[in-house]
C-alpha cells in the first residue's frame, strides 16, 4: 500500500486537483482504515469536481467525471456515509448528457450509479443500471466481494427466476 501511496504523492504534486487520483488515493485510505486522510482527500476531490462543474470543459464527457462517479460510490460503501452521492450522481448526468462518452466513461458511469442506487435502496435504479452492461457490473461487484466481506453483490438479493437482478 505504501508503494501505492508514494505513486499518488508524485500524480498529486503535479496534478494536485485532478478527480482520477484523487478518487484512487480516497479509496486507498478508507481501505486501509485512514478514514481521516480518506475524508480529506474525499473533500479534494468534491471541490475538483465542482471546479470541472463551473468550466466549459464539462461540454464533453471525460475520465474525471467518471473517476468521481465512480470513487465516491466506493467510498460511500466503504464508510457508510451516503453524503457525497449527490456528486456522483451529477458527474453522471454530465456524462450522459455529453453524448460524447467513450465505453470505459460509460462503463465506470453506470457501475457508479448501480453501486449508489444499491447504497440508496433504490432498486428500480439499480436494475436499471445492472440490466445495462450486466456482466460488467457482475465483474465489478464480484472483485469488490473478494476485497472486501462487506462489498455488495448483484447475486445479493431474494428474487424468483425472471425476478431481475435483485
Known amino acids: 500500500m505504501e508503494t501505492a501511496r508514494a505513486f499518488s504523492e508524485r500524480g498529486l504534486s503535479i496534478s494536485p486537483s485532478d478527480a482520477r487520483l484523487l478518487g484512487t488515493r480516497l479509496v486507498i485510505e478508507f481501505e486501509t482504515g485512514n478514514t481521516l486522510e480518506g475524508h480529506r482527500f474525499l473533500e479534494q476531490a468534491a471541490d475538483a469536481h465542482r471546479s470541472l462543474m463551473q468550466n466549459l470543459v464539462m461540454l464533453r464527457a471525460r475520465y474525471d467525471h467518471a473517476s468521481v462517479a465512480l470513487m465516491i460510490p466506493i467510498a460511500a460503501r466503504i464508510t457508510a456515509g451516503t453524503e457525497h452521492l449527490h456528486l456522483a450522481e451529477a458527474a453522471a448526468e454530465t456524462i ?9 466513461v460509460t462503463r465506470f458511469d453506470r457501475i457508479g450509479l448501480g453501486l449508489t442506487a444499491i447504497l440508496e435502496g433504490d432498486k428500480a435504479a439499480a436494475e436499471d443500471q445492472y440490466a445495462a452492461p450486466v456482466r460488467d457490473l457482475k465483474l465489478f461487484f464480484e472483485d469488490l466481494q473478494r476485497s472486501s466481506p462487506r462489498s455488495p453483490s448483484p447475486d445479493d438479493h431474494e428474487s424468483g427466476p425472471g425476478d431481475g437482478p435483485f
Open 96 to 104: 450522459f448528457a455529453a453524448g460524447s462518452a467513450t465505453p470505459l
